[in-house]
């Protein structure tokens, strides 16, 4: 058995951003995850959009995060060494209610002091986005909306964890959680964990993993959104994160120059679908939504569709929740259930408020050894020509452009596996490998080869993302 | 560093350019290629029928690769493998990387023969997972070809390209089940010469009018649902690869938004995707002719 001061259930953004903040305090913690590596469940597609603020009610919890996490979000971007582009956002209205919706939406954020929020014309919102569609009768302009890649946050939080003293434990399925005379047991498919005080960070499964010891008010009811992504060369993609609010009070549509220089376009939405498929309804509706918003944009620029799915917290009687629901069913217990939008925003907000829950519960106090700074890996793209002979001439391996449509080198590559990547997934969130328009046909069975070098495995054994995804020699023989 | 003539590309149009611009004087040339060796796709294309018009004679790609090879090691083209070109500036200068460093070029002249590069699923609106086991044609042809990597048993293949048909026939000698080549039109999209030698032989269905709509399984392909484009009809076909010709792009990212300079030409696929590696190399031929006896003068 381990023994642990806190365990934190999952490793996704927030189970890794909550070990990341219980690091600040002297504490012994645990980060156990089901999976392989850190990020493959809901963060590992979401819109990518740091909100500035003005979506919620005024006073609210998530209406005060989100406007403190978007203040502080560079600097957040800066100690991990992950790339955040404050490229501002346009919330689009084409007609009456929605040119409503913007104005309560503007006066909520100036009740929330969100900065530099100004209502546009048509025109003055045309000037700043040429490409936005004639019909564009009204904007929201808020200039402190950005985006980041979520996996690269959840990532860097994980690894910044581990360096402050956070131990992980991949691939450790948690099947039930017990109450003991000094707090609680956490039985995995691996081993047993003992401790103190338990963050249940566990995504899609959080209401699950309560249950397995207490009685869970909120439920989660997953439902899935389909997402669209444009090669970075399309014409007219636009500069500002592009909202559309549509007249007719249906779901609204993103356009999200992402930091990697792709276009994302969505979600759409739908219910009760759990496995990450794509629907075909949903990218007809993002790619009709897209053409009426952008009409000057080239769809057939697209690279990519995926789907995510999204933990909807709903009571007992089905009703739906619009805050964030942090549950506190037992001293020393609390679960995250049920976190969405603006969840990546205040990723580290919430890691921070519930480590310091958990804190305050032990009564630890703070580790002045705690380095909140984290360095990324290297990237050979972006750099001067100076930098990158520099970077060669001390390695070779980043003379060797592995991934040519996103200029990603080896160095990088062998760098994400020292890093912890096992699958071709781990490569590619950890480089972005494969993100670009050949979207891996010319170098995922290079990466493929030097992964099964550098783990001792045999090529047979690599998977895409995780056991069961095994790339090469088809179905698996268990099946 | 300084050259007359930057090939980019040392595949079969590169290599052709190259040795075309020497023959017509021109001393100073600089050939590259990210590859390990020459030859662009050709060391991955194990089939015949390459070289019947320079060669008279019915090769398979390696053989094709090494003829040009050793004739353009007769000449005093320098020929930089492993290297990236990062990219060509507008006032005639080339960013290259390779293991040995970063170096900066100048030329005069720049020929573009950097081929294609494969349309993907990810540009069709297909329903459904995104598991592993869904390679193009191109990389499945060099993962089995080259790199000893072998990409599944129940194949599926969608588009009857003349890739998708060379691939079908190669996956059957492999003994692995090709289950069916799939078509969204009407009939067979590649050469009827490729279709009488690598499908009715080994008696591959080719359906044409028919899609992939869906994909299934978690982890790994489980299956694909098929939708027939005219009657709606959709089936769920089982096979752990789907193998893709879906259609080659050119691929000139590397010059995007240089306009239309004097100094830059366009040889090979990259210029327009052809049919055989024959025409490709005499169209290249032609214009290294003359932008080398243009630089000798």
């Not at chain 1, 259930?337 to 106090?365: M, S, V």
Request: include cysteine; charge should be negative.
């Amino acid at each position: 058995m381990r023994e642990f001061d806190v365990v934190v259930i999952g490793g996704g953004l927030l189970g890794c951003f909550a070990a990341r903040n219980l690091c600040r305090r002297k504490l012994h913690i645990a980060l156990i995850e089901a999976r392989e590596d850190v990020c493959t469940g809901v963060s590992r597609a979401n819109t990518a959009i740091v909100y500035p603020g003005y979506d919620h009610k005024p006073g609210s919890l998530k209406a005060e995060m989100t406007v403190r996490a978007n203040t502080r979000f560079a600097e957040l971007c800066t100690e991990l060494d992950v790339p955040f582009s404050r490229c501002g956002s346009l919330m689009l209205s084409c007609g009456e209610r929605a040119d409503a919706v913007l104005r309560e939406k503007y006066r909520n954020g100036l009740s929330m002091a969100v900065p530099g929020l100004r209502l546009l014309s048509g025109e003055e919102a045309r000037e700043l986005e040429p490409s936005l569609a004639p019909g564009v009768r009204s904007a929201l302009y808020a200039p402190t909306a950005g985006t980041v890649n979520p996996w690269e946050l959840g990532i860097a939080a994980s690894e910044n964890a581990a360096a402050n003293g956070a131990d992980l434990f991949l691939n450790t399925r948690v099947l039930g959680v017990r109450k003991t005379a000094e707090g609680y047991r956490i039985e995995t498919d691996r081993e047993v964990f003992a401790c103190r005080a338990v963050l249940n960070c566990a995504g899609l499964y959080a209401d699950k993993v309560q249950e397995t010891l207490f009685p869970s008010e909120v439920h989660i009811v997953p439902d899935g959104a389909d997402y669209l992504i444009l090669d970075r060369v399309t014409d007219n993609r636009p500069a500002h994160i592009i909202q559309y609010e549509p007249e007719d009070g249906g779901k609204g549509f993103n356009a999200v120059p992402t930091v990697e220089g792709s276009l994302l376009l969505g979600p759409s939405e739908r219910a009760g679908e759990v496995d990450f498929a794509v629907s075909e309804q949903g990218l007809a509706f993002v790619r009709e939504r897209a053409e009426f918003v952008l009409p000057g944009l080239d769809l057939g620029g697209t690279i990519r569709s995926f789907a995510a799915v999204r933990p909807n917290p709903r009571r007992e009687d089905g009703s739906s929740i619009g805050s964030f629901v942090i549950e506190h069913p037992a001293p020393g217990f609390w679960s995250m259930i049920g976190i969405k939008t603006p969840g990546l925003t205040c990723a580290d907000e919430l890691g921070r408020f519930a480590a310091e829950q958990a804190a305050a519960f032990l009564n630890a106090g703070p580790d002045e050894s705690f380095d909140p700074r984290r360095r990324g890996i290297r990237k050979a793209r972006g750099m001067s020509w100076e930098q990158r002979a520099a970077v060669i001439r001390s390695d070779p391996d980043y003379g060797e452009v592995v991934c040519c449509c996103e200029d990603i080198t080896k160095a990088e590559v062998l760098e994400a596996v020292r890093r912890g990547a096992v699958t071709l997934d781990g490569i590619k969130r950890r480089t972005g490998a494969c993100m670009g328009r050949c979207q891996g046909s010319r170098c995922q069975q290079k990466l493929l080869a030097l992964l099964a070098r550098e783990l001792g495995i045999p090529e047979s054994a690599v998977t895409k993302d995780g056991a069961g995804s095994e790339v090469l020699g088809g179905r698996p023989h268990e099946d | 560093m300084k050259t007359e003539l930057l090939i980019v590309g040392a595949g079969a149009a590169g290599i052709a350019a190259a040795l075309a611009a020497w023959e017509a004087g021109c001393r100073d040339i600089l050939l590259v290629d990210r590859r390990e060796r020459p030859g662009g796709i050709l060391p991955q294309c194990l089939h015949e029928g390459f070289g019947l018009a320079a060669y008279g004679a019915e090769l398979t790609g390696p053989a094709y690769a090494d003829r040009i090879t050793e004739r353009l090691a007769q000449t005093g083209v320098r020929l930089a493998l492993g290297t990236e070109v990062l990219a060509v500036r507008g006032d005639k200068t080339a960013v290259l990387s390779g293991r040995g460093g970063l170096s900066e070029w100048r030329f005069e002249r720049l020929i573009l023969a950097s081929g294609c590069r494969e349309r993907s699923i990810g540009s069709l609106p297909v329903a459904g997972t995104r598991p592993a086991g869904i390679f193009t044609a191109g990389q499945a042809q060099e993962m089995m070809n080259l790199r000893g990597q072998d990409v599944g048993r129940e194949v599926l293949i969608l588009g009857s390209g003349d890739l998708g048909l060379i691939m079908a026939r190669q996956l059957v000698l492999a003994g692995k089940h090709v289950i069916a080549v799939i078509e969204q039109g009407p009939r067979c999209g590649g050469m009827a010469r490729n279709y009488r030698r690598c499908i009715e032989p080994y008696q591959i269905p080719l359906r044409c009018r028919t899609t992939v709509s869906a994909l299934h399984g978690e982890r790994r392909l489980r299956g694909v649902t098929l939708r027939n484009l005219d009657s709606g009809a959709e089936e769920l076909l089982p096979c752990d690869t789907l193998v893709t010709a879906l259609g080659l792009i050119p691929e000139r990212e590397l010059v995007r938004g240089l306009g239309d300079p004097d100094w830059l030409s366009y040889v090979g696929n990259c210029h327009r995707v052809h049919d055989l590696a024959d025409s490709a190399a005499a169209e290249a031929e032609a214009i290294g002719t003359r932008v080398g006896g243009e630089l000798a003068v």
